[in-house]
T-cell receptor, first 116, second 113 residues
Framework: GAGVSQSPRYKVAKRGQDVALRCDPISGHVSLFWYQQALGQGPEFLTYFQNEAQLDKSGLPSDRFFAERPEGSVSTLKIQRTQQEDSAVYLCASSLVYRPLSEKLFFGSGTQLSVL | SQKIEQNSEALNIQEGKTATLTCNYTNYSPAYLQWYRQDPGRGPVFLLL???NEKEKRKERLKVTFDTTLKQSLFHITASQPADSATYLCALGNAGNNRKLIWGLGTSLAVNP
């Protein structure tokens, strides 16, 4: 596709509800990242995939957060039993190469999650 | 702990002037540094990447410097335009398998006509 696509654009959830956020990376991009961005803050790393392999999930805040990328393209970030502190913008980014010194990330517009 | 500091206050400049944004870091030895632009309601957009062995990088009206002794990067926008108004983020990374970029809070730039 033309860019990284995320859906839904906005999500309002009641506390305790499960949510699933989708990311369609640019076709052919090997690397996929999820970030969390609170208002007025920079993005915070959550997890990283190289193709279908989740190589780093050290940024996931708790075991309520789960991410997958089963076929090495589309990825889903799932949050179980949402809490108010989960309210943030969730950004997905992809990159073509697996060479950090040359890598630039392409971001989607994010999903703004509000937990009431 | 690792820390990145960007201009803490919003920057307001007149159209045509040069905007200079700073990114300082502590307790970290990055192999590269990236600058991104972020508009409200949008994801960050990549602008420039500079490696630790590079002093300066240019792209059109943009210039980035990287001083590993001072632990500082400067980001310059020359001949600024109102369309340059946005939040600018710096992000640091290393060369290993750790793919976690560490991000600053961003600096809000407003270019007034």
């Amino acid at each position: 596709g033309a860019g990284v696509s995320q859906s839904p654009r906005y999500k309002v959830a009641k506390r305790g509800q499960d949510v699933a956020l989708r990311c369609d990376p640019i076709s052919g991009h090997v690397s996929l990242f999820w970030y969390q961005q609170a208002l007025g803050q920079g993005p915070e790393f959550l997890t990283y995939f190289q193709n279908e392999a989740q190589l780093d999930k050290s940024g996931l805040p708790s075991d309520r957060f789960f991410a997958e990328r089963p076929e090495g393209s589309v990825s889903t970030l799932k949050i179980q039993r949402t809490q108010q502190e989960d309210s943030a913008v969730y950004l997905c980014a992809s990159s073509l190469v697996y060479r950090p010194l040359s890598e630039k990330l392409f971001f989607g517009s994010g999903t703004q999650l509000s937990v009431l | 702990s690792q820390k990145i500091e960007q201009n803490s206050e919003a920057l307001n400049i007149q159209e045509g002037k040069t905007a200079t944004l700073t990114c300082n870091y502590t307790n970290y030895s990055p192999a590269y540094l990236q600058w991104y632009r972020q508009d409200p309601g949008r994801g960050p957009v990549f602008l420039l990447l500079i490696r630790e062995n590079e002093k300066e990088k240019r792209k059109e009206r943009l210039k980035v410097t990287f001083d590993t002794t001072l632990k500082q990067s400067l980001f310059h926008i020359t001949a600024s335009q109102p369309a340059d108004s946005a939040t600018y983020l710096c992000a640091l990374g290393n060369a290993g398998n750790n793919r976690k970029l560490i991000w600053g809070l961003g600096t809000s730039l407003a270019v007034n006509p």
